[in-house]
């Protein structure tokens, strides 16, 4: 069974940018902008030491993808002196179910939409 789409997400995801592939944790919430008529998400990567150096080098054009669904382009903005780095995207989040997605559940980490524990 899937889980309903919600307008947050805690939990793993893998980050590229550059030739970095990175595992990390995402902290990622998101709404509807009726002023552009567009969804903007956005929220933090948990500390992750080589993407941070990216950053800092001036990477910022990024992908994130979050267990199987497609890998979605976001911005990867600044690194918080805690090492967290800040991303944004817009349009349709790395989050959200595709289209397609059938009631058949997977076995894998335990991660956060909304207020509804998931398994990926």
Request: no cysteine; proline share 8%.
């Amino acid at each position: 069974m899937s889980a309903p789409f919600s307008d947050d997400y805690t939990g793993p995801a893998v980050v590229g940018a550059a030739e970095l592939n990175a595992d990390v944790r995402v902290a990622f919430a998101g709404r509807f902008e009726p002023v552009d008529g567009r969804y903007h998400w956005g929220g933090r990567i948990a500390p992750h030491l080589r993407l941070s150096e990216l950053v800092r080098g001036g990477q910022r054009s990024a992908t994130v993808q979050i267990g199987q669904n497609p890998g979605v382009t976001a911005r990867l903005a600044e690194v918080d002196p805690w090492g967290g780095i800040r991303v944004v995207g817009v349009g349709r989040p790395p989050w959200a179910p595709p289209a397609n997605v059938g009631s058949q559940a997977t076995v894998g980490s335990q991660a956060t939409v909304g207020s509804q524990a998931i398994v990926e």
